[in-house]
């Protein structure tokens, strides 16, 4: 029986004499139920005999369990030197990674981001903003108006209005996002983004405004940056200013429109303009991207290739 064991090639093999011997009506099996008649030496023999027999079993079965793994590692050989399949990584949005600096920049200094709907009502859109509809100032935005009277936002201060209302003041908050106006060339897009902050309190004033846009703009371009201001107008505020930044190259170049919060916008939002000031600025952020980035026409913002959002840097 020894040998039998011992000259055995498979693990099939095995677990067929093993079945023979020690199964239901194997050898051992048998053996075993006679010992009830047997003298103690006979006992103690067979005892014996079924302990090395089981050891001699699982001795042999480890054996031909590691030549098999064996076999098997030697054959089945992976190269990892091999390459794989290019990965297909998605990438980050120039647009996207604007926003995200520039609302982290902004949250920094303490402004909360609040949302509002890209289609807007008048109220909201310019009514609220001190813009009724027979005032000249809408002719500024070349709006899309829909049929029931809405519009798809034409600037991002709806948000401000959304806000007031719904907090009250004191308030510092900015909203981001799109926007949009019958416009079409190599820096304009009919849907382009905008940033809007606002900050309300009691004592707010036009410099605050002034070292806030520096700050911003500092800080996103990751550099001091010169800022100017000059006299503009907007409806929804009094004084109106636009403001530039120095570029690079010397050149100024016009980023947005500021001011301090005109009364009759604090008074739709049922806020007491003689007890509460502030200012608020709105301006596209599209170009802010395309200068940090170095991307120079805004047209492939909305392309849609892929190979050029790979190629730029994202
Ligand atoms: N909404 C203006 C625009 O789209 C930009 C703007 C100007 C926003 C002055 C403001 C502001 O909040 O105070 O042209």
Redesign the pocket.
């Known amino acids: 029986m020894k040998d039998e064991v011992k000259n055995i090639k498979t693990l099939e093999e095995l677990q067929n004499l093993y079945t023979s011997v020690f199964g239901k009506n194997g050898t051992m099996t048998a053996k075993l139920k006679t010992m009830a008649t047997l003298s103690n030496e006979e006992r103690a023999v067979v005892n014996a005999e079924n302990t090395e027999l089981r050891q001699l079993f699982k001795e042999k079965q480890t054996e031909l369990e590691t030549a098999t793994l064996n076999a098997k590692l030697a054959t089945e050989y992976i190269d990892v030197s091999l390459d794989c399949e290019p990965e297909n990584r998605g990438t980050i949005h120039p647009l996207t990674q604007a926003m995200k600096e520039i609302s982290a920049i902004l949250e920094s200094f303490g402004y909360s981001l609040w949302t509002g709907p890209e289609i807007e009502d008048d109220w909201h859109n310019f009514t609220a903003?001190n813009t009724p509809e027979y005032h000249p100032a809408r002719d500024?935005?070349d709006s899309f108006f829909l049929e029931n009277g809405n519009v798809l936002r034409?600037?991002?201060?709806s948000i401000?209005i959304r806000a007031m209302e719904k907090n009250g003041v004191p308030i510092k908050m900015f909203g981001i996002g799109s926007?949009y106006r019958k416009e079409m060339d190599a820096t304009h897009a009919p849907m382009f983004h905008?940033i809007?902050?606002?900050y309300i309190d009691k004592n707010v004033t036009l410099s605050d405004l002034i070292g806030t846009l520096r700050a911003l703009l500092s800080k996103f371009f990751e550099r001091d940056i010169e800022i100017r201001i000059r006299p503009?107008y907007?409806p929804?505020?009094e004084p109106?200013?636009?403001f530039d930044m120095k570029w690079e190259n010397g050149k100024w170049l016009e980023m947005?429109?500021?001011?301090?919060?005109h009364p009759n916008v604090l008074k739709n939002c049922n806020i007491d303009p003689n007890e509460y000031q502030g200012?608020?600025?709105?301006?596209?952020w599209d170009r802010m991207a395309m200068l940090k980035y170095g991307l120079n026409d805004l047209r492939k913002f909305y392309d849609g290739d892929i190979r050029w959002l790979k190629n730029s840097g994202f």
Do not use: C, N, P, W
């Not at 034409?154 to 201060?157: E, P």
């Not at 947005?256 to 919060?261: C, K, T």
């Not at 200012?279 to 596209?284: I, L, P, R, V």
């Open positions: 903003l500024m935005q034409t600037q991002t201060s401000q926007t905008q809007e902050g606002l503009s907007f929804f505020t109106s200013v636009e947005g429109g500021a001011g301090m919060v200012f608020a600025f709105g301006f596209g």
